[in-house]
Structures are given as C-alpha cells and as structure tokens.
C-alpha cells in the first residue's frame, strides 16, 4: 500500500516575503517597531520642512558649514559627549573613524541601516507630499 504524502502548502509572494523578512519577530518587538516609526516620522518631517522652507534650511545649512570650517582652523572647539547621546537615543555607537566624515556617516548608517532606510522613506514621502 502507498503512503499518501501531504503536497506542501502554495506560499504565495506576500507569504514568502514575509518568511524572508521574519515580520512576525520585528512585530512582536515592539522597541524596534516604535524607533523605526519615530525615525519615518523625522525622515518625514524633514522631507517636508525640507521642501516647504528650502531657503532657510539653505541658510541654516551655511551657518552650519560656516562653524565647521571656523572649528577646523581652530578658532572655536565644540565638544559633544557622543557616548551619552548614542545612548540617550538608542542608536548603536560605532567604532573610532580614522578618516573623513563621509566615511564616519557611511558606517553609521551600515550599522544602522533599518533605521536609515525608514528615514528615507519618510523623507521622501514627507517630500512628496508638501
């Protein structure tokens, strides 16, 4: 007599994405749900005041650039405990960056990148909508 095996279940694209993405583990914890939505909230409110007040973010961009250069000839020296702010905020610390600045954000955001892409997401959507 033959054993009649079960034929596997049909998975259709929505299900294995799921499987792949493991959504009911990042649901079921509920810290990370809630910092991803905090950081789409301020990519988001970042598109949009991007958009909406383009000339004064311009501004405050060269008053930005301006101290920056003003501290890389020495003329003033800003401190900032970044150890606290990582952890008053959650966000993973990275190792000490010998190297630019770009290479220094490059690998926050590989470390932090879930966060990084849902800020981009609001940012773009926050962009779009204004």
Do not use: Q
């Not at 910092?35 to 789409?40: A, E, F, I, S, V």
């Not at 311009?58 to 405990?81: N, Q, R």
């Not at 610390?93 to 690998?107: E, M, Q, R, T």
């Amino acid at each position: 007599m033959v054993d009649k095996v079960a034929a596997p279940a049909k998975t259709g694209w929505i299900d294995s994405l799921k499987l792949k993405l493991n959504v009911e583990s990042f649901v079921k914890n509920k810290d990370k749900l809630i910092t991803l939505l905090l950081y789409l909230g301020a990519g988001f409110l970042a598109g949009f005041l991007v958009k909406r007040f383009f000339k004064y973010v311009l501004v405050l961009g060269i008053i930005i650039g301006a101290i920056c250069l003003l501290e890389y000839y020495g003329i003033i020296h800003i401190m900032v405990d970044w150890n606290k702010t990582n952890e008053v905020f959650g966000i993973k610390a990275i190792p000490k960056v010998d190297g630019n600045l770009l290479s220094f954000y490059w690998k926050w955001v590989k470390v932090n990148w879930v966060v990084s892409i849902s800020a981009a997401i609001g940012f773009i959507i926050g962009w779009k909508v204004s």
